[in-house]
C-alpha cells in the first residue's frame, strides 16, 4: 500500500489571498508603498483591539524592535523561558542584553512562580530598578512567549512585572487569535496585556505571508517610532537625512497582501484546528500515557499546534520513538526545540532552576494539525500512535 505524506503544518490559501497579491502585481505596488500594508495593520488593529499595529519582514524584527522601544539597553538583563524557539532569545542579544533563562509551568509557558522567586530572591530594588545581585546588572524586562498558542498565566506575570518594574514584551508570534477568556484580562488578545505584542506570518505560523512580522501596541508615540525604525529612520524625504540608526525591517505591500487574504479566514483556521483537536482527543481517548496539551483553564487558544505528552512508562513508548513510528508511516511529528540554554551561543548565561522544561521537552510531540488536514488523515495518525506501530 502506498501511503501519502502527512506534513506536520503547512499553510492554506483557501481565499482572496491569489486576488490581492495579483492586484499588486498588476499595478506595481510591490514593495514599501501600496494599500495593503494600512489594510493588513488595521485588520489587525481590529481583530486583536490593540491600539496600534506596525507591520515588519519577520517576528524576529518586530521583537527586536519591540526590546529598542522598551528600553532594553546594553548590559541589561531580559528574563525570558529557556523553552522556547530560539528567535526571542536572539534579539536579545541584538540590543547587547544578556538573557535570564527561566523553567517552564504545565501548559509550557514560563513560569510565574519561579519568575517570581528569581525576582525576590536573586534580585534586589534600588529606586524601583532591579538589579541581580549576583551580576550587578539591571534586570529590564521580561519576554513572555505564548508557546504553542496557548496564553501566558498573564494574571500572574503582570503584578510581577509590575512590581519590580519590568517592561512586558510579549512573543505572540504562535498565538495570534488566542485570547483570555477569566481574570484580569478577560476578553483581551494575547499580544495586547504587555507593552509590546509581535506576531509572525513565517510559513509554519498559523496564517502566513510568507514571511513577516508585526508590533502591537497601545502606545501611539511608540508604535510611529516603530515605523521610523523600521524603514532606516529617515527624517528628511528629500535629502535623505537620518538622525538615528534605522533597519531594513518594514513589512512590502506583496507580504501585506498575502496577509489581508490570509486573515479573511483567521477565524476559520483556528476553528478547524480545534475541531482536529477533538477528533483526535476522541480517537485517542483511553490509550494510556498520551494526553494533548490542552488551553489552559483561563483561556481561548488558538491551538496553533498540537501538542502531545506521552508518559513512556504508561504507553511504551518515548515521544521520540513514537516520532520514528510515525517517520515509518510518513507522517511527520516533531519534538520540541533544544531549550536555550543548552544552545551554544547560551551556555554561558544564568539559568534558574530550570526542571521541569528538561521533562517536557523529552515527553511532548507536534503531531500533524495543517487545516487542510483531511479527516482520513487525521484517523491515519491516530491509528498509528493506537498501534505503536
Ligand atoms: C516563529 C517564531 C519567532 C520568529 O518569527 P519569524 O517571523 O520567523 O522571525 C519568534 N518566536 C517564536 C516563539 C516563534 O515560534
Redesign the pocket.
Known amino acids: 500500500m502506498t501511503e501519502s505524506f502527512i506534513p506536520l503544518s503547512v499553510p492554506s490559501f483557501t481565499g482572496n489571498e491569489l486576488k490581492y497579491v495579483s492586484e499588486c502585481i498588476t499595478t506595481g505596488w510591490v514593495s514599501f508603498a501600496g494599500s495593503f500594508v494600512g489594510r493588513f495593520e488595521s485588520m489587525t488593529t481590529d481583530f486583536t483591539g490593540a491600539k496600534e499595529a506596525v507591520a515588519c519582514q ?4 518586530a ?1 527586536h524592535l519591540s526590546l529598542i522601544l522598551a528600553g532594553v539597553h546594553k548590559d541589561d538583563e531580559v528574563l525570558v523561558p529557556t523553552l ?2 530560539i ?2 532569545v536572539n534579539t536579545i542579544h541584538y540590543v547587547g542584553a544578556h538573557p535570564v533563562f527561566m523553567d517552564c509551568d504545565a501548559y509550557l509557558n514560563i513560569d510565574p512562580v519561579k519568575v517570581h522567586a528569581f525576582c525576590e530572591n536573586e534580585c534586589q530594588l534600588e529606586d524601583n530598578h532591579l538589579f541581580n545581585k549576583k551580576t550587578g546588572r539591571r534586570v529590564r524586562a521580561i519576554m513572555v ?1 505564548h508557546l504553542f498558542g496557548h496564553p501566558v498565566n498573564m494574571d500572574e506575570i503582570f503584578p510581577i512585572a509590575q512590581k519590580y518594574n519590568l517592561k512586558i514584551i510579549e ?1 505572540a ?2 498565538a495570534l487569535g488566542s485570547k483570555y477568556t477569566t481574570g484580569a484580562f478577560a476578553g483581551k488578545s494575547v499580544g495586547t496585556v504587555g507593552d509590546f505584542g509581535c506576531f ?3 510559513g509554519n ?1 498559523i496564517i502566513t505571508t510568507g ?3 508585526m508590533i502591537v501596541t497601545d502606545n501611539k508615540i511608540l508604535a510611529n517610532k516603530a515605523r521610523y525604525l523600521s524603514t532606516q529612520a529617515k527624517d528628511d524625504e528629500d535629502k535623505f537625512i537620518h538622525n538615528e540608526v534605522g533597519y531594513n525591517y518594514r513589512m512590502t505591500n506583496l507580504q501585506a497582501a498575502l496577509g489581508c487574504g490570509q486573515m479573511e479566514h483567521l477565524p476559520d483556521i483556528i476553528q478547524t484546528k480545534r475541531t482536529h483537536l477533538k477528533k483526535y482527543t476522541e480517537k485517542l481517548s483511553g490509550i494510556p500515557g498520551v494526553k494533548f496539551i490542552t488551553e489552559p483553564t483561563y483561556s481561548f487558544s488558538n491551538y496553533w499546534h498540537l501538542t502531545l505528552r506521552i508518559d513512556a512508562k504508561e504507553y511504551g513508548l518515548s515521544a521520540l520513538k513514537l516520532k520514528e513510528v510515525l517517520a515509518e508511516h510518513k507522517i511527520q511529528a516533531r519534538m520540541i526545540w533544544e531549550l536555550c540554554h543548552k544552545q551554544k551561543p547560551y551556555a554561558a548565561c544564568e539559568a534558574f532552576q530550570i526542571s521541569n522544561a528538561l521533562k517536557q521537552q523529552e515527553q511532548c510531540l507536534n503531531i500533524p494539525c495543517s487545516a487542510s488536514l483531511t479527516d482520513m488523515e487525521l484517523a491515519r495518525v491516530a491509528e498509528v500512535i493506537k498501534n505503536k506501530s
Open positions: 519577520s517576528g524576529t524584527a521583537l522556547t524557539f528567535a526571542p512567549v512573543d508570534t504562535e509572525s506570518y513565517n505560523k514571511g513577516g512580522g
